[in-house]
């Protein structure tokens, strides 16, 4: 009896040990937990750490509200020229917000990824590769694809799903058929070449340029350093000029106050002299110039020389007769000595 009783507290135990088990759940950081009972979805939505439930009647799904990638790989797509091609990865990354997951599983499931990310690539990836050629698909338009699936995607979640947002996507070089490819490789290996060769004549051209601004800037330098030696030139010249029309200038003042001296002296000379020829100092002139005169005349013309003159002949008489004497003197005086 006391074995029996020790076997079902054993079950008891590990019965109660299975059910806390089985209640006791943890959700991870980052992450919340949405609760089924019976297969309906209850509002509470659980914080990360440690929770109890009721075992068996009600089960919980962990959803993620931190940055999430979603790859959707090898998604097929028909170019508007028929040509099949692959995809091989599209990496989305977003983030549900924590106040919308309720609403988010609720409408979508908490798989609301594969309804609101996978099929919406494929629809649009579809539609993009639909109306454009397999040159704008796999070259000119590639780089833009990333960029309309993620406004593409953001429109719709707007509207679907508000409470997630997509951050960025990925979208890897598509597959093409093999000889396609090789085309495409081929075309590009000329394209590559014509760049180098493009490449090379801007090279040469940058040089000619080059050469070319290095002409020009020299024949500047040259005509600037005429155009200076040609003003120096010109600038001496100048100083030349104005140095001889100084001196001219100079001279000509020199020679004019010279000719206005002259005339000043011609000029007081002849005022001096009509203040000093007068009619008296003109016979006293005439004296002495008679005075002064060796000569001695002889005969009765003698009054006739000075009647002109006007001087009286007993002035004249008196005159050479003193004059005679004197010399009569002079020469006696030899004779007395000899």
């Known amino acids: 009896m006391a074995h029996q009783e020790l076997i079902a507290v054993a079950v008891l135990l590990a019965l109660i040990a299975v059910i806390g088990n089985l209640s006791v759940h943890k959700i991870e950081e980052g992450h919340v937990g949405v609760y089924y009972r019976g297969g309906a979805l209850l509002s509470s939505v659980s914080a990360p750490g440690y929770h109890f439930m009721v075992p068996l009647i009600t089960t919980f799904r962990s959803v993620q ?119 495409y490789e081929a075309m590009e290996g000329e394209k590559t070449k014509l760049l180098i060769a493009v490449q090379k004549q801007k090279v040469v051209e940058k040089e000619a340029e080059t050469e070319r601004k290095r002409a020009i800037i020299e024949a500047e330098k040259l005509a600037e350093v005429s155009k200076i030696n040609w003003e120096q030139k010109l600038m001496e010249k100048e100083s030349q000029r104005k140095m001889s029309e100084i001196e001219d200038q100079t001279h000509l003042a020199r020679e004019k106050a010279k000719s206005d001296a002259e005339f000043y002296k011609a000029q007081n000379e002849a005022r ?45 008489t008196a005159a050479t007769s003193s004059q005679a004497k004197g010399s009569d003197k002079q020469n006696s005086i030899p004779h007395q000595e000899s």
Do not use: W
């Not at 494929?122 to 590769?129: I, M, P, R, S, V």
């Not at 397999?134 to 995607?153: G, R």
């Open 65 to 183: 509200t931190t940055l999430q990638s979603d790859e959707v790989k090898n998604v097929p797509c028909g170019t508007s020229g028929g040509v099949i091609i692959y995809f091989d990865r599209v990496e989305v990354v977003n983030m549900l917000s924590s106040s919308s997951v309720y609403e988010t599983v609720k409408n979508y499931t908490a798989d609301y990824d594969k309804t609101l990310i996978y099929n919406k690539i494929h629809h649009e990836l579809n539609q993009f590769c639909s109306i454009h050629t397999l040159q704008e698909v796999y070259i000119d338009l590639f780089d833009q694809i990333d960029e309309n699936l993620k406004t593409a995607l953001q429109q719709d979640l707007y509207k679907m799903a508000p409470g997630l947002t997509v951050q960025a996507v990925r979208v890897t070089k598509p597959k093409i058929p093999e000889q396609i490819r090789k085309n």
């Open 272 to 316: 001096a002299n009509q203040l000093k020829l007068t009619k008296e100092y003109l016979e006293l002139i005439r004296y002495q110039s008679l005075t002064n005169n060796a000569k001695i005349f002889f005969g009765n013309s003698i009054p006739d020389i000075f009647m002109d003159s006007g001087i009286p002949i007993a002035q004249v």
